[in-house]
Structures are given as C-alpha cells and as structure tokens.
C-alpha cells in the first residue's frame, strides 16, 4: 500500500487545498448542516418528548426511550444500509434520505398541533425519531463512500480531519449555541407567552427540518459529481441479498477489512468501558463529581488532539501501521488507568486514551475510504457504522452494570488487605483487549514486514519512515568494489568479470554513477566543473543526484540481472556516498544512508570489496588519467576522510568485506578477490579453483617463484581490519 501521508503544506495550507475543491467543499458544507441538524434533532427531540408530560419520572422515560429509539435501527438496518450506497445513485440516495429527514422531523412538532395526547404525541416522536435515524443509517455511508470520489489520494486525510472535527467538534457546541439562541429569540418576540407551534423545541425542531431541505437541495443541485461513478449499469448487479452477503463476506474475508474492523471495535469498546466504569472509577480516585466530568473532557480533549495533530506527528509512516499503533496506544492508556491512584496518572491516562482512539478513528477512516474499492466501500462503511453503535451500547451498559454489581471488595492477603474496586480489573480487561485489537490489526494490515516498527515509527517521527527491505534480488550475486580515487577498482571489476565469465557464468559489469542514459546526464552534472562562472553543486543536491542516479540504477540495471540469476559487479555503491558525501562532505552519515536505502529498496551487496591506499597514491594514478574531476579535485584531506570512513564500514560488518592493500600487483589483488568470491558461487567453486590454479602456473613461470608468494592472506597487510 501507498502510504496515504500528508504533503509539506502546513496545516492551515492543506485544509485551504482541500476547500479548493468545489465539491467537496459542498459537500462539507452539506455535512456541517447535517450534523447540526443531528445534534439540535438529539437535544430537541428528547427535551421536547420530556415537555409532553409533567412528571419527572415520565419525564425521564419519555426522554430515554427517544434516546433508545435512536440506537436501535443501527441494529435493525445497519447491515443492510451499505447496500443501498453502493447500490444505487449516492447523491439521490442522499437527497431522498434528506427529503425524508426534513419531513419527519418537521412532523414532530406537527404532530403536536394536531393533538393534545401526550402519549400520542410521545409515540409519534418515539417513531419519526426511528425513520429519521434509519434513513441517517442510509445517508452516512452514501456520504461517507462519495468523499473519496471527490478528492486526491492524498488530501483524503485532510479531507477526514476537518469532517470529524466538524462533526464532534464544531457542530455539537454550535447546535447547542442554536438552540439557546432560538429560545432568546422566542422569548424576545413572543415573550413568555409564547404560541404552542413557536415553544423553543418546536422552533428547534422546524428549523432542523429546514437543515435537510437545504441540504437536499445543495446535493441535488450542487454536488452533481456525487452522479455519475457507475460504469455498469443496474441490470448487471446481483440481487440486493447477493450484494448484502457479499459485503459480509468482503469485511470477513480481506485481510485489512477485517483488521480495520476489529481494531475499531477494539477501540470502542475500550472506550466504552472507559465510559461506563468512569463514574464509579471517580470513586474510585476518592474523587467526586467533579473528577468524572474533568476524566471525560480529558479524553475528549485527546480525541481532538489526536485527529488534529496525529497526521503531522507521525509523519509519513504508513497509515496501516498508525492505525495499530494508535489502537495499541489506546489500550495501553486503559491499562494505565486501570492501575492509577491518582487523579494526575488517571488524567494522564484519559488524555492518552483521546489521543490513541482519535488517531485510530482518523487513520482508520481514511484506510476505508482510500483502500476499499469503490463498489464495496457503502457496505463496509455502514458495517463500521453498526458495529461501532453496537459495541459501543453492548460494551456501555454492560460495564455499568458489572462495575454497579461489583462494588468495591477487600482483598485480604493475611499480612496485607486493601480495597479494590471492580472498575479496575474491568479497565484493566478492556486494556488488554484493545492491545491485543491493536496487535492483530497490525498482523493482517502490516504493509512493510521485516521493517522494525518502532524504529519505523521513530524515523517517521524524524521524518525519515524505513523502506521494507527488500535486500535480495533473487537468484543472482551482488559484489561491489570501492575504494578510494585511482585505487584499481575499475581495474579489478574487469578482472573478476572475466575470470567468471571464464567459468561460464553471465556476468554484468556496471558502475555507479552514470551506468545508464540517464545516469550519464546525471553524472555529468556530478562530475564535470562548472564552466567559468558557474553554480556549485550544493552537498546535499550532491548527495540527492547520486542517489537518484542509485534509484535509476538499482531499478534498471541491478535487480533486473540479479533476478536474472547473474553475478552484477558494480564498480562503486552506496559505500561511496557514505564515504564521500557523508564523511568527505560532512553531511549527517544517517540521513545519507537512509538516502541510499530509500533509493536502493534496501538492496544490499553480498560483498563488497574494498581497495585501500593512500589518497596520494591513488590520486597520482588517477592524474595520469587526465585532467582531475570536480571530487578528484577535492583536498587531500577530504579523500583521507573518504578513506577511513570506508575502513570504518568495513570493520563494521566485517563478513561482508573483503579489505585489500591496493599498493599489491593487479594479478595478486586479483586473486584474493576470487579466492573469496569463489565461497558465493558454489556451483562454480572447482571451476575458479582451476582458473586460481592455472594463474598460480602462469605466475611461476614467469616469476620462477612458487605460487602463493603474495597469497590473499598477506594482501591486506592490515589483517586485523578484515
Ligand atoms: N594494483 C595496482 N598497482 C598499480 N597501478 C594500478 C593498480 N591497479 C590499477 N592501477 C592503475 O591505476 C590507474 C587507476 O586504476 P583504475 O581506473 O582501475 O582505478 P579506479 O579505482 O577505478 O579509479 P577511479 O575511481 O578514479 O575511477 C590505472 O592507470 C591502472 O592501470
Ligand atoms: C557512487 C558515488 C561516487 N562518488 C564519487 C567518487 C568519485 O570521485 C566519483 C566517481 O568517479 P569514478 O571515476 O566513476 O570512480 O564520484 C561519490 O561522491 N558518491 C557516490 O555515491
């Protein structure tokens, strides 16, 4: 998966990117009204339920029960609500959804102009309020699922930061602000006297009704590009059951679904039991009311942190993995509450719980609306949907009940006893099943195995995610010769070439930089001097050209021969930027190689033969070349910072180094470089032993020496450094 990351913009700069689309642009707009419809719908609906009867115990039925009625067609409805998403037409889905919304709703207070039965008029609310939260049930995935079709990859999550925190954060304080300004302007206008039709939740009521209108119109008429993604036309869908079962079997049966899904209800249910149990943990705390309503702004306080900042914080790593991590963050938090005794810690823990659960919920939209496919992502919204309001019901009231039913025991250890309330092992339980969510999210969506995650997250964090390594291209051997300038390498590539393709074996011989068309260009701009007047080269477009000529390379040259089986012998890798660049330049070594890790895919040599001499001497080899190149014209001291830096790699990983005097003859460097490349190509072994054999017989003969005078052993001449 590509990772969906944010761009450099700041945040203020992504969101007027994602406002510059005109549809969605409506479409946010569409959202905020429909949003605070639903909030005014809550508060208005319930209280005005309450103001039918006198009583308060009726009261708090008529309250509740509209309440209930609004959870319930998740259940009902929820599975089969993706269907008609990515079934039908979304914008008419929606405006049919909207029309329907504005008409029950605007029947509430209707109802009760038409009559004075308070248990008539309580029943019709109780039933408006069950078709208005079906009908939302329809409408959200339809939205949900379109959002992607308006925007780019890569501003969806910008796009689902502003629509969450429209949604629970600016809506619900500007419903409330509404419905406090319509009962001022009630009272302003009608005084306290006011007529039946205008008492404040009637007004509340109406004018949410209009909500939908205008937002029914905006769709229908604004938002046209919602139309149109259809390819297929309706005759060639299956049945609407067929589509149903195969939206459950699609959540079940991929990988990512389905750990998106668990990890989501993993989240919520940790957060539900949070809610549950906070009262009694308050208790808990030996604090009181006031601890229970700081406990929840807190975490709600998080959750905004999490959606506003978490993009920024994490950076570039791969949203699947942010998505676990978030929900393992979320876990551990529980944990930590479980164990808190004091209110600081718990505070603390209720921050981290925001922070973890916003995060997942942020990341894990995105997942869904930028990695489902079109055609399935109404039902795998809408099972979200349900699920969640599920989970977050199921796992709610029954902590409550748990924790109320547990009370507080004292464990008795004989020479030490202490009370324990039962919200602890309950949060504790909920702790570890949201790490445990977290987990098996990150085991079905994992998108780099082999990537050390934290590291991966620390490097994001920097700026730097870790590339999954992919440091073997099959079959073929990977063998790098470096060294210093004039140090024999290019000498020493055509030797060893030619001794392998001897044996039979395909050779191909290739170099860094300028192996390719492309590179040529790019080594150009590398190597020749700037004519008279000229730019310099800064270091780090330095290092970024050799990398790009890497990346190039890499791609079309190296991995293509190795998987074809062949030895590639490249005169120069990523030991030379490290060297050159990193210690002859001086720029950070770790940014340079994870420069060359990103432009490699982690591709690593299996050897990598080094050259060793004195810049000196290799430099007055390569003077009689011809004129000096912009880096041989470097200061000495800069090629004898190159060259340590090139030892300092070799005796960091001595097995894959092969350190050789280069003040040895070309034939006796020669030879050490096969005695040790036979041990990688077994199949030729005996093969290169007779190659080895037949230039020991040349040698002798010439020399009247015994072969083996400069054996590969006494090359190095600095032992200890190989
Ligand atoms: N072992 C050796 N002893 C003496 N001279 C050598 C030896 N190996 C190579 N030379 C000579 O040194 C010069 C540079 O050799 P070569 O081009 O192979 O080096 P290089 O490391 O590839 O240089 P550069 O990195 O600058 O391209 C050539 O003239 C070559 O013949
Ligand atoms: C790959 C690579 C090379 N260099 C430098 C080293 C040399 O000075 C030139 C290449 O010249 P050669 O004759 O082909 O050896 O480029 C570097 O600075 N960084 C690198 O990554």
Known sequence: MAAIASSDLSGFGELQAVLRIRAFRRLWAVLGLSSLGDWLGLLAASTFAAAQVKDSTAQGVAF????????????????????????????????????????????????????????????WTAVATFVIETVAMIWTPAKEASVPNLLPRARLETANQLTLATTYGITPVVGALVLIGLQWLVLAIFGPDEPRWAEPSNVALWFNALTFLATAATVFFG?????????????????MIREFTQGWAFVSRTPLVRGLVLGIFGAFAGGGVVVGTAKFYAVSLSAGDAAFALLFAVLFLGLGVGIATGPKLVGALSRRRWFGLSIILAGGSVLILAFATHLAV????????????????????????GEVADDMRGRAFAFVQMGTRVVLMLTISLSSIIVGAGGTRQINLGFYHFDISSTRPLLAI??????????F???QMDDKPGVPILLDLLGSIRGRPLSPDNPKAAQGVFIVFEGGEGAGKSTQVDRLAEALRRVGREVVVTHEPGATPIGRGIRGLLLDHPADGGEELTPRAEALLYAADRAHHVASVVRPALEHGAVVISDRYVDSSLAYQGAGRTLPVEEVSWLSKWATG???PDLVVLLDLDPAVGLARAGRRGEADRLESESLAFHERVRYAFLDLASADPSRYLVLDATNSIDALAEGVLQRVRHLIPEHETSIDTVLHDAAQVATTLTGDEAGDESPSDLSGKGSRV
Request: with cysteine; proline share 3%; charged share 15%.
């Open 64 to 123: 509740g029960s509209v309440i209930a009625v609004r959870l319930l067609p998740a259940l009902v409805l929820g599975p089969v609500a993706g269907v008609f998403a990515d079934r039908f037409d979304r914008r008419y889905t929606m405006v049919v959804c909207d029309l329907l919304r504005f008409l029950f709703f605007a029947s509430i207070p209707a109802a009760a102009l038409v009559t004075r039965d308070a248990a008539l008029v309580i029943g």
């Open 223 to 239: 938002i046209r590009e919602i139309s149109g993604r259809r390819t297929a036309g309706v005759e060639r869908k299956p049945g």
């Open 346 to 369: 718990a505070v603390g823990g209720a921050l981290l719980v925001g922070v973890g659960a916003g995060m997942a919920f942020l990341s894990g939209t995105t997942l869904l609306g």
């Open 430 to 439: 909920a702790g570890i099943f949201g790490v445990f969510a977290g987990l």
């Open 441 to 443: 999210a990150l085991r």
């Open 602 to 604: 982690g591709l690593k």
